[in-house]
């Protein structure tokens, strides 16, 4: 099991909203990540504290939170953001500890 | 331009000892502001954060790792290496590093990786 919950597989066609959360006690007091993994690939950062955006990822990308919940929603989802989702925050002994969640799985249908 | 490389083993014998090594560019590990950590990601499986270090020495380590796990640095070579004691097959997985980009910025992020590196655990 991981401290961070994510539901493991969201699907969504060409054009629509993809919402992806994830949940644990931390991310009331913590900052949130997101990393987008496409296979055989290493993970990209695509939201930094919470809601920013790096430079050279896509506006569609957004970050947002609220309590122990965060959500990374993609607008306009297009074919190429097809692949693996992870947050990531700290654990629950110290806040030098990285701790993942188990990743979402996007389907662009 | 900031790149990381992972190299080591492709295959280790259970209770051997796993030695890898992760080569930096276009960033100084002498950096006061910079950290680099070790990642693994099974096969199939989530990413699994390992160890983190900073220029002045400052570590920390997986809490459920931390008696197998050694990470040092020479900042000379531009090098991070991670060493892990008694391997099993459970630690059969792809090993990446990272880039932390702000040390005053907790929980720490990872702004750089690597491409990884698998390794099989086999006898």
């Known amino acids: 099991s991981y401290e961070l919950t994510q539901p493991p597989s969201v699907s969504v066609s060409p054009g629509q909203t993809a919402t992806i959360t994830c949940s644990g006690d931390a991310l009331s007091r913590q900052y949130a990540y997101w990393y987008q993994q496409k296979p055989g690939q290493a993970p990209v950062l695509v939201i930094y504290k919470d809601n920013e955006r790096p430079s050279g990822i896509p506006e569609r990308f957004a970050g947002s939170g609220s309590g122990t919940t965060v959500t990374l929603t993609i607008s306009g989802v297009q074919a190429e953001d097809e692949a693996d989702y992870y947050c990531?925050?700290?654990?629950?002994?110290?806040?030098?500890?990285?701790?993942f969640g188990g990743g979402t799985m996007l389907t662009v249908l | 331009q900031v790149t990381l490389k992972e190299s080591g083993p492709v295959l280790v014998k259970p209770t051997e000892t796993l030695t890898l090594t992760c080569t930096v560019s276009?960033?100084?590990?002498?950096?006061?502001?910079?950290?680099v950590s070790w990642i693994r990601q099974p096969p199939g499986k989530a990413l699994e954060w390992l160890a983190h270090i900073f220029s002045n020495d400052d570590k920390s380590y997986n809490t459920s790792l931390k008696t197998r796990l050694t990470i040092s640095q020479d900042a000379s070579k531009s090098q991070v290496v991670l060493s892990m004691t008694n391997v099993d097959p459970e630690d059969t997985a792809t090993y990446f590093c990272a880039r932390i980009p702000n040390i005053a910025i907790v929980p720490y992020y990872f702004d750089y990786w690597g491409p990884g590196t698998l390794v099989t655990v086999s006898s």
């Open positions: 990531q925050s700290a654990d629950s002994t110290s806040t030098y500890h990285v701790v």
């Open positions: 276009g960033f100084s590990l002498s950096n006061a502001r910079l950290g």
